[in-house]
């Protein structure tokens, strides 16, 4: 029996996925500094600085802070270290208009772009019948904001499942598990899920008993690992349906 013919629904993850972000994470720090007439920060010192007051805050406030902190004390944590880390540190008020820009603006369409075949495949799975859920470790506004203001609406999918809404995150197989009561409670060898990271996406998908397959849309170093370790990978969504459709993935 073909895979397709089997399928209730597909869930999706969303960055790296549906869509991208454009640019560079100093490109919006800088915009946000000369705004107040502060120079532009040094962009590399700044991603260093991020990517350690992110991995930080994740570690002590997972899920974006769900239940601990609201979401906007949560990234003003974690931005203000970010600018300490690059060695930044401005003053409360000078801080909190800059943080103010930053917030907004990685709360609206501006950073993102979707990739070109997700809205077509999205429609194309609806239009065969089946559920299409999101799954992904983002925070509420991806689902009341950024999504609807890139065009990707309630329209293009049916539930959503965002860590930060719900206090689960991947890699935690229970955020899988709570996409299948989203979709009706159906079995999970009837949902297929497709992703870009084998440890978030892939291997906790299967655990559940999943069908999943990876996208390597920047072709990355690591998809040789994960066509060795057994995954299907593929370069892009118009090429999961082709696959679908052919009929050549069986269960």
């Known amino acids: 029996m073909s895979l397709l013919s089997k399928l209730r629904c597909i869930t999706v993850d969303v960055t790296g996925t549906l869509i991208a972000y454009k640019g560079e994470l100093g490109d919006y720090y800088c915009m946000a500094a000369k705004a107040i007439g502060l120079p532009c920060p040094d962009y590399t010192r700044v991603h260093e600085g991020f990517k350690l007051a992110y991995t930080d805050m994740a570690h002590k406030y997972p899920c974006f802070g769900f239940s601990k902190m609201s979401n906007i004390v949560w990234w003003k944590t974690c931005v203000r270290d970010s600018f300490v880390k690059a060695g930044y540190d ?3 008020e000078t801080f909190e208009k800059v943080f103010r820009r ?3 603006t990685f709360g609206s ?3 993102y772009s979707v990739f070109q075949d997700s809205r077509p495949f999205l429609r194309w799975a609806r239009e065969k019948g089946l559920i299409v859920g999101l799954v992904s470790n983002a ?3 991806y689902q009341e904001v950024i999504l609807p203001a890139l065009g990707l609406n309630k329209g293009e999918w049916d539930f959503g499942v965002f860590s930060g809404m ?3 995150e991947k890699p935690d197989p229970r955020i899988y598990k709570l996409a299948l009561e989203r979709a009706g ?3 999970p060898e009837e949902v297929l899920h497709i992703g870009d990271s084998m440890r978030k996406d892939y291997v906790p998908a299967k655990s559940i008993g999943m069908h999943a397959l990876l996208l ?3 072709k990355t170093e690591a998809a040789k690992d994960w066509r060795e370790a057994g995954a299907v990978v593929l370069p892009d969504l118009v090429s999961v349906q082709q696959l679908l459709e052919s009929d050549k993935l069986k269960c």
Do not use: L, T
């Open 90 to 92: 401005y003053d409360e």
């Open 102 to 104: 930053i917030y907004s």
């Open 109 to 111: 369409a501006a950073p």
């Open 139 to 141: 925070e509420y506004r």
């Open 166 to 168: 719900e206090g689960i």
């Open 185 to 187: 409670n159906i079995a």
């Open 216 to 218: 390597d849309r920047f």
